[in-house]
T-cell receptor
């Protein structure tokens, strides 16, 4: 009964390809997030999304786009992958106005060759 | 927006010693301060949190203190054990804003 799950766990691809990472939460939360964690371990927020509002970190290239088919899912699409996109990507979820405790997925390690 | 500074970036202690990690934040509207532990290759996991209506919270060997006037909060780990070795993140936010994370502290506990 994993609370926040992501697939795939590992993703190895060539530069220029387009890829997607899927995220699902079964906590009934209304807000989901995508984070990028680089080799220095910094957790950088990329997007936060609930059924009303998408907040984009302005430093995120528009090659990255979140897509949410429903409240329990927030997928991350990446177009024209670059070497610098290599990182671990974490999905998270929380219940807004409930102190926003965030619960993280297991992460997806993306390697761009 | 919120800005969270975390120190130190690395911390080495001997088993049984105490470890203290400190964070400062900038937005006086923040009222929620969680701490996450991330073991190597794993996800960040919540270990303790504190809300602005309390100054201190303790859970076994872990405690967190909050000084809202000075806008800083700290994580205290007593009687450290090798399994405490991990990266620790502080964060600040509220129910109406997303969390802002510090840059992390790598704690190494040597036997």
């Amino acid at each position: 009964d994993t609370a926040v799950s992501q697939t795939p766990k590992y993703l190895v691809t060539q530069m220029g390809n387009d890829k997607s990472i899927k995220c699902e939460q079964n906590l009934g939360h209304d807000t989901m997030y995508w984070y990028k964690q680089d080799s220095k371990k910094f957790l950088k927020i990329m997007f936060s999304y609930n059924n009303k509002e998408l907040i984009i970190n302005e430093t995120v290239p528009n090659r990255f786009s979140p897509k949410s088919p429903d409240k329990a899912h927030l997928n991350l699409h990446i177009n024209s992958l670059e070497l610098g996109d290599s990182a671990v990507y974490f999905c998270a979820s929380s219940q807004a106005r409930s102190y926003n405790t965030q619960y993280f997925g297991p992460g997806t390690r993306l390697t761009v060759l | 927006g919120e800005n969270v500074e975390q120190h130190p970036s690395t911390l080495s202690v001997q088993e049984g010693d105490s470890a203290v990690i400190k964070c400062t934040y900038s937005d006086s509207a923040s009222n929620y301060f969680p701490w996450y532990k991330q073991e190597l290759g794993k996800r960040p996991q919540l270990i303790i949190d504190i809300r602005s209506n309390v100054g201190e919270k303790k859970d076994q060997r872990i405690a967190v203190t909050l000084n809202k006037t000075a806008k800083h909060f700290s994580l205290h780990i007593t009687e450290t054990q090798p399994e405490d070795s991990a990266v620790y993140f502080c964060a600040a936010g509220s129910g109406y804003s997303t969390l802002t994370f510090g840059k992390g502290t790598m704690l190494l506990v040597s036997p």
